[in-house]
């Protein structure tokens, strides 16, 4: 490289570098908070006072930082374990949507920093579930999921808002228990379902039976109404005229003072021997 390639060289160096640092400094000075996010402004190590609203913002280069705070609903899994009213170990696996005040952004980094999940939510979590789930036995822990899904959005958010996270929905993904616990829940409940079809056909067979009962009732009851109309409707000459309607033809044998048909034999032969003599 010869002596003008040199020369050139540095006007070319003297004029990049200032340009390349002015950039780097334009570059420092211009921060883009995120739609949904608030900016929290350190200036050296200090946390200031406010926030950053979304959009593009200035800083002094080289001495302010901004660290981003995600202020949309989040979610959080957390897995503990707590003791039921009767002392069996339920094991929970939660999932919590949350989100952080944008307001309070500033304070929650200045207190706490950005681990604030582990710091200050896990532990309200464990607290707050361990102090609901002592009021409900093993078993009625399963059947009152969204009440203490409810007790634990409240009592979250008791714990919590004063520092700015505020708890919106808490979803249980799952009670585990002792396998010794879900073995007899089982046995109950095959048992509840072997008494319940039981007291089922018991039920059935009570009701067939008074059915049967009734019907039979019904049936006597009709047969006596139609015996009485039936005896009501026998007049004397009813009955004399279903007797001619019922006559073979042959003489009656015998005479009797209730029967109107007397016995004519007799009388037949008596005729006969008259007319031999």
């Known amino acids: 490289m010869d002596h003008k390639q ?12 200032p340009v390349v640092l002015v950039i780097i400094v334009l570059a420092s000075s211009i921060v883009v908070v995120d739609a949904g996010h608030t900016g929290v402004v350190v200036t050296l190590g200090s946390v200031n006072e406010g926030v950053l609203e979304e ?42 949507n949350y989100r952080v005040d944008s307001e309070m952004s500033y304070s929650i980094y200045k207190n706490i920093g950005s681990s604030y999940e582990d710091v200050l939510m896990a532990p309200a979590v464990n607290e707050v579930l361990k102090a609901i789930t002592a009021k409900y036995t093993a078993e009625e822990s399963v059947t009152n999921r969204s009440l203490i899904s409810e007790g634990l959005v409240k009592g979250l958010n008791d714990k919590l808002n004063a520092a700015g996270l505020y708890i919106t929905d808490v ?81 009656p044998m015998v005479t009797g003072d209730a029967d109107p048909f007397i016995s004519l034999e007799g009388l037949q032969d008596d005729e006969d021997d008259k007319k031999g003599n």
């Open 171 to 251: 979803n249980i993904i799952n009670f585990d228990f002792s396998d010794a616990f879900i073995t007899a829940i089982e046995e109950k409940q095959v048992a509840q379902q072997q008494l319940l079809k039981a007291e089922t056909e018991k039920q059935t067979a009570i009701t067939n039976a008074e059915a049967e009962a009734e019907s039979v009732r019904i049936k006597a009851e009709a047969q006596a109404e139609a015996n009485k109309i039936l005896s009501q409707s026998l007049t004397d000459e009813i009955i004399d005229y279903n007797k001619v309607e019922k006559w073979n033809g042959e003489l």
């Open 55 to 96: 959009g593009v913002h200035l800083k002094i280069p080289f001495v302010q930082k901004v660290v981003k705070i995600n202020n949309r609903i989040t979610k959080l899994e957390v897995a503990t374990e707590a003791f039921s009213k009767d002392l069996q170990t339920v094991s929970t696996t939660l999932a919590i």
């Open 6 to 17: 040199k020369e050139l060289l540095k006007k070319v160096l003297v004029i990049l570098i």
